[in-house]
Structure formats: C-alpha cells, structure tokens
C-alpha cells in the first residue's frame, strides 16, 4: 500500500509536499491505502467530443514577420507550446464510474469529493454519485458562473460550469466557514457598517472569470481553472495537515492551490504536456515526480 507523502518541517516552518504521478489514474490510484485523502478534487474531461487544445505564441522581430507593431516594426508570429487531451467519450460513464468509485474509497471518513463538469454531463453523473454515495452526502452543486467570450444568438450561451459536492460521511466533515474569502455586498447601504466591513459569505453559486490569456496565472495548458476558486475549496474543506488529492491535475492548478495553503498534495495526470506544465509550474517548490513505471 502507498502513503501520500507529508510535509517536511524545517527549522522555521512546515513545508508542504507536492507529489505528481504520471500515469492513467485508475492504475496509479489502486495501491494508495482506503481512507488516504482528506479532500479530492477532480476535474476530468468534460466529454465535449473535440480535442481540448491550447497553442501559445511567440513574436520576434524579423524584418519579414507577417505582424506589424509599433513604430513600424514587423514581427515573425510562432506557435510555441500547444497542450492537448482527448475529450470524446462513447460511454463516459464507463469512464469515470470506476473511478468515482476508487475515489470514495480514497476518502478519510470526514473526507470530501469535488466533482468539476458542465451541463453535458452533470445529471449522469449525479445520479452514479447518489448511487454510489447515497443520496444524503450530496452536500452542495456550486456553480461557477464566469462572463468571457463568444455570445451566441441561437441559444443562452453557456457560461458556467458545476462542481458537485459529496461528504462521506454527510454529518461529519470539514467546513471551515470563518477560512472563506468574503464578498462585498450588493446594495452595502441597506447593512450594518460591521456587516459590510466583514463582507457576506458567498453561496453556492460562485462568480469569477476565466484564468486571463494574458495574465500571469496563465500555464498554456487548455481548460486550466482559475486558482481564486479552487484556493476557496482547498481553505474552506481542509485542514492543515490534511492530505489533498486532484487525479486529472492537467497544469496542476489544484495543487497550486493546495501548496500554497500548505497542504501536502498528490496530483496525477497521463499526459506528458501536463507533466511538463507542472515541472515549470512547480519550480522552486518542494515537489517530486514519480516515473511512470514506478507509479504502478
Ligand atoms: C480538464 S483537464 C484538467 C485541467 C486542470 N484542472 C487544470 O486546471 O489545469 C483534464 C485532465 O485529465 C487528464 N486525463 C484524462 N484521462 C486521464 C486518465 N485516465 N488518467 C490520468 N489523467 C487523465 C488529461 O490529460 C487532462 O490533463
């Protein structure tokens, strides 16, 4: 049986630890012990039928680049990263069920599941996780309601994705409310000045946009989410020293969050662009990747 690695304490303080095995996560996930994960988070394809791909670009001056910026200057435009993962499934339940079913077994008795879909897939999964958890330890359906792109004039476009929330045990797990950020309230002249000083707590539905193509958080990696939300689930639903989980990591982003709320985290993805987004992501930290074959 494997154990998730712990934080190493150092002289001035506690280190979390960052694990990252490649591999597909069925295989890699069946020698951990029953009950090794206080808190997983998943995010899996959400069968949209395309290949998810992301390029990323880089410009160079060249007096013979197809751009022209400023003062004249003509830049040459190249694709230099492009991450990609399959997204199309005849039966994705067939997918995801064993592996819904490997992570209640994962979780500590007052663990939490965080299952991250949109609307093409949701219900189905609703009712398999139901079944398999029972009915009671549905706890919440968040919905991230984010405001980019494209708007369509056929149909409400859709902008928001689903993140369904299973307790283990429905009476017993970890909500550190007093741990959640705070939003300001709508109409602050109608509260108290302690109230609106304080902020309210935010519900189930959750409004953040998109991870900026331009800005810093940005890997290159395609479908990455953005930190804000999943650092509100890694603060609110664990513990420090609590072991986290995320087992189709893709950047890593839930393990970003994970580290740097000092929990120790064990991330698994089969893609080698993954891989190799997280080494980048994750330099200077205390992390280790295990080897393919090792992770078996
Ligand atoms: C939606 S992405 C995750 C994105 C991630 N939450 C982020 O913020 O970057 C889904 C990931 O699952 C991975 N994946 C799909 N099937 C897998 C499997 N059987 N085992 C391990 N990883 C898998 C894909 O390679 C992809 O990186």
């Known amino acids: 049986m494997s154990a998730p690695a712990r934080s190493v304490a150092t002289a001035r303080y506690l280190v979390s630890v960052i694990t990252v095995h490649r591999g597909d996560n069925l295989k890699v996930l069946r020698p951990f012990a029953d009950g090794a994960f206080d808190l997983i988070y998943i995010d ?4 949209t039928g395309r290949v998810q791909r992301r390029s990323r670009v880089r410009t160079r001056a060249d007096v013979d680049g197809s751009r022209t ?4 200057r003509r830049y040459a435009v190249e694709n230099v990263a492009s991450g990609a993962y399959g997204d199309s499934f005849g039966d994705y339940l067939g997918f995801l069920g064993p592996r819904l079913e490997e992570a209640r077994r994962l979780l500590s008795a007052t663990g939490s599941l965080f299952v991250h879909l949109d609307a093409r897939e949701v219900h189905y999964v609703k009712v398999w996780m139901d079944t398999l958890f029972g009915r009671s330890s ?12 494209a708007r369509s004039t056929k149909r409400w476009s859709a902008k928001h994705d689903t993140i369904l929330w299973y307790a283990k045990d429905p009476e017993r797990y970890t909500f550190n409310a007093a741990a959640s950020d705070r939003l300001p309230y709508m109409a602050p002249g109608l509260v108290t000045p302690e109230k609106r000083a304080r902020g309210k707590m935010p519900t189930d539905t959750w ?22 939300i999943l650092e ?5 639903h664990s ?6 989980l995320d087992f189709f990591a893709g950047s890593g982003s839930f393990g970003d969050a994970a580290d740097r709320h000092g929990r120790d985290v064990t991330l698994v ?17 205390e992390v280790r990747f295990v080897p393919v ?3 078996r």
Request: proline residues 8%; aromatic residues 12%.
């Open 44 to 47: 899996p394809p959400f069968n």
């Open 69 to 72: 910026g400023f003062g004249g």
């Open 138 to 149: 549905f706890i919440n359906e968040i919905v991230w309601a984010y405001d980019y792109g």
């Open 207 to 228: 409004w953040n946009t998109i991870v900026s193509p331009t800005g810093k958080e940005k890997t290159g990696y395609p479908t990455q989410k953005p930190l804000a």
């Open 232 to 236: 509100r689930i890694v603060k609110v």
């Open 239 to 244: 513990s420090p020293g609590d072991q986290l």
């Open 269 to 285: 993805d089969e893609s080698a662009e993954a891989i190799r987004v997280m080494r980048a992501r994750f330099r200077g930290r």
């Open 293 to 295: 074959r090792a992770a």
